[in-house]
């Protein structure tokens, strides 16, 4: 595992919870298989023959490591890399690889926002999903540039971005709504109003303007309100999203500690009730790099 000193858990460090809570770590192992599992598998607009061309790929941003694994362990002949600014969750992910033998997984510490250390055209898929808590709105076009350059000709940029917390009851509304209001505050939202992320409207046309070509997308809903399957995980990883997430509101400023406390006990009234109905979506957008590029 190779470490790159400057992208420690330092000012520079972006991202709306602390990276290196432990707690952070366990949500985090919960929701991208949530995800991965909404998405119907690590690679589910691919088919296994398309696959089979496919040698070296990158994913930033891996957290504690689930889509690598999974790719690791579906496609043997992949080396997968994951990368992330977090020690401890790198740590925990090639611990993973190495007890499930998983020799074609690696991991290493890495800040998305810096130049990459790898050399020009080396994955022919770099992936990234849930990026927008830390990218900032004007780094999007120079990180896609880094994501071109160590991609080789014809190789893929594969993004997904999501908004979630579409619901309908009081406090989980505002404390969604005040959350995306806060990262709009930081420079982290396309929105020109702070009323959503933003991302999924730009994701395409992003990708289509740092050069990619035969850009594809598609979306995924997933509803998680009461008695649904995806109930349980999601209503989990909110609460734990929002208990971590309270030094980022009041950072902001955005609430007062007595207005967070109050809407945070109310959400949890709310989330367990029959009544409770909530949706996310999910955009996969994809390019290809130009041969001559
Ligand atoms: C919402 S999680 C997404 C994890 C994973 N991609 C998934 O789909 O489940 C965001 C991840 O970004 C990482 N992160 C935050 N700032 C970063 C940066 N500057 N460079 C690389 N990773 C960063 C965090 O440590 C965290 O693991």
Request: hydrophobic content about 40%; aromatic content about 10%.
């Amino acid at each position: 595992m190779a470490e790159n000193p400057s992208s420690r858990n330092t000012e520079s460090n972006t991202y709306i919870i602390d990276t290196e809570n432990a707690a952070e770590m366990a949500r985090l192992l919960d929701q991208e298989r949530l995800f991965t599992e909404a998405m119907g598998g690590p690679f589910s607009e691919r088919d296994k023959e398309e696959m089979a061309n496919i040698h070296d790929i990158l994913d930033i941003a891996c957290g504690p490591g689930g889509w690598v694994l999974d790719v690791a362990r579906t496609y043997p002949h992949i080396q997968v890399t994951g990368a992330d600014i977090s020690p401890s969750m790198i740590h925990y992910a090639q611990a993973q690889a190495e007890a499930q033998q998983l020799p074609n997984a690696h991991f290493r510490v890495m800040s998305a926002m810096e130049p990459f250390t790898f050399p020009d055209n080396s994955f022919d898929i770099v992936n990234a999903r849930a990026i927008v808590g830390f990218m900032p709105r004007s780094y999007w076009p120079t990180f896609l540039q880094e994501c071109k350059r160590i991609l080789r000709p014809e190789g893929i940029i594969r993004l997904t971005e999501g908004e979630m917390g579409f619901g309908t009851t009081p406090a989980f509304e505002t404390l969604v709504s005040k959350g995306i209001e806060a990262i709009f505050r930081v420079g982290q939202s396309f929105s020109s109003t702070g009323r959503h992320l933003g991302i999924t409207p730009v994701l395409s046309r992003l990708i289509r303007e740092a050069g990619f070509e035969h850009v594809q997308a598609q979306a995924y809903a997933i509803d998680h309100s009461y008695g649904t399957k995806a109930y349980r995980g999601f209503t989990e990883d909110y609460k734990m999203m929002f208990s971590l997430g309270r030094n980022f509101y009041l950072k902001t400023q955005i609430l007062t500690p007595e207005e967070f406390d109050q809407l945070y006990a109310q959400v949890l009234e709310e989330l367990a009730s029959p009544d409770f109905s909530a949706i996310a979506y999910l955009l996969n957008s994809w390019g290809e790099k130009p041969r001559e590029a």
